[in-house]
């Protein structure tokens, strides 16, 4: 049996990824592929609550901290996301490392810095970015609830994002319907399951 894909939807806040996400996994259990939707921070675990009260502004914690416990609530997750992708599931995933970099270089920790302690986790097979300026984003619902939703901040985010893409990456326009990103979600994740299908690649570990 073929491994599973590693799916991975990156992007600023309020960009819609949880959205997409989750009707991407829709979609694929419809068409019959078995695939799994998987979240960070994963806030349901030990690690994943302290990171919860950091955001809703409960608890201080200084910036290497919550960086750490960022990568630590990954590599909790990567013994499950191994068995899950040995057994043919697509993982599609909402957020990882690249934001775990992104939101921490935007706080000045540097690149080499906040990459170091996600290095060796699992990659992502293919990369979509929800791109939307922050401006757009700040006339979302729910906008600024939680610690990083500023607008200044936000468009630091978004460079530091640009830095870290690669020939794995597609830029998707978050502005547009959701029924039309769905559909150029679809398209591109058909033709990854396609190309895996057709030579199938082992798992990757990240920025090794
Ligand atoms: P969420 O809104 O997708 O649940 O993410 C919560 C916030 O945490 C969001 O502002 C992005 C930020 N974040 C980091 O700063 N580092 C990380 O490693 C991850 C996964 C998210």
């Given amino acids: 049996m073929a491994r599973g894909l590693f799916i991975l939807f990156e992007g600023c806040d309020r960009s819609g990824k949880t959205t997409q996400s989750t009707r991407l996994v829709q979609a694929l259990t419809e068409s019959g592929v078995n695939a799994k939707l998987v979240k960070f921070p994963d806030r349901t675990t030990a690690i994943g609550k302290m990171i919860d009260a950091y955001l809703t502004q409960k608890t201080q914690l200084s910036d290497e901290a919550i960086?750490?416990?960022?990568?630590?609530?990954?590599?909790?997750?990567?013994?499950?996301?191994?068995?899950?992708?040995?057994?043919?599931?697509?993982?599609?995933?909402?957020?990882?490392?690249?934001?775990?970099?992104?939101?921490?270089?935007?706080?000045?920790?540097?690149?080499?810095?906040?990459?170091a302690p996600d290095v060796g986790l699992i990659a992502p097979d293919r990369v979509f970015f929800l791109d939307i300026h922050p401006d757009d984003a700040a006339k979302r619902d729910g906008y600024g609830d939680e610690i990083y939703e500023k607008r200044e901040f936000q468009i630091e985010v978004r460079v530091k994002f640009f830095t870290m893409m690669d020939a794995a990456w597609s830029i998707v326009d978050a502005l547009k319907s959701p029924d039309e990103i769905h559909r150029q979600i679809m398209a591109l994740t058909n033709t990854a399951l396609k190309r895996h299908e057709d030579a199938p690649a082992p798992i990757g570990k990240l920025w090794t």
């Fill in 67 to 115: 960086h750490l416990l960022f990568s630590a609530n990954r590599w909790e997750a990567m013994h499950q996301m191994r068995t899950d992708l040995d057994n043919g599931i697509t993982l599609v995933v909402d957020r990882y490392a690249f934001s775990g970099v992104a939101f921490s270089a935007a706080k000045k920790l540097s690149f080499k810095w906040c990459k």
